[in-house]
């Protein structure tokens, strides 16, 4: 039976005797489903490739511990998501301490969208108005709305308060709105 036919739990048994067969089926398995996970983060496209390989790396180093409590592929994508926040934080302009200024900042703009249809909107729009937020609303909300955590797992992954997660996925809602709008 050919490595490509085989279930994921057999290919995790082979990667935990070390097969590197097993792990290259595994990578091609998973490998854009990650890339695009890092890329969301990252947002660039060779940085999101080093990320995501690293993940990978850091996967199979630590394949031991994969105990089953969650699917593979969660498992995985947790590990990809965490290495690319620690990758941006290491390599960009992010600090706690101005997430923290920014979150006290007093908004002085008001908006009403009451007779806007957001519904008729493409996937690829609200993506592009996503990359055009600064870069903590556009994390929280990728971390929120596209790899689906909550706000306690957002807190713990970007080490904020609870407060300070609720009150930025909020103002990054409001912020990807405002640019919705000017798509109308």
């Known amino acids: ?10 290919l995790i048994a082979l ?9 290259f089926e595994i990578y091609n398995r998973y490998c854009k489903a990650m890339y695009n996970v890092a890329y969301r983060i990252v947002k660039d496209e060779h940085y999101a490739e080093d990320v995501m390989q690293e ?3 850091k996967a199979f180093l630590k394949i031991n511990d994969y105990r089953q409590e969650v699917a593979f592929g969660a498992w ?11 990758f941006y934080k290491k390599n960009s302009a992010f600090r706690p301490d ?9 908004e002085d703009d008001t908006y009403q969208d009451a007779d806007i249809d ?13 990359h055009s937020l600064k870069d903590n609303y556009r994390m929280v909300l990728t971390l929120h709305f596209i790899e689906g ?4 797992e957002i807190t713990e992954i ?8 609720r009150t930025t996925i909020s103002r990054a809602k409001e912020s990807l709105r405002k640019v919705l709008v000017t798509l109308n």
Do not use: P
């Open 1 to 10: 039976m050919s490595l490509a036919n085989q279930n994921i739990e057999d």
């Open 15 to 23: 990667c935990k005797q070390k097969n590197q067969k097993a792990e």
């Open 55 to 57: 993940g990978f790396l």
């Open 76 to 86: 995985l994508k947790r590990i990809i998501i965490n290495y690319s926040i620690d």
């Open 98 to 106: 101005e997430l923290d200024r920014v979150l006290h900042k007093v």
């Open 118 to 130: 957001f519904t008729k909107l493409k996937t690829t729009q609200v993506l592009n108005a996503m």
């Open 149 to 152: 955590y909550d706000h306690e």
């Open 158 to 165: 970007l080490n904020i308060s609870h407060a300070n997660c």
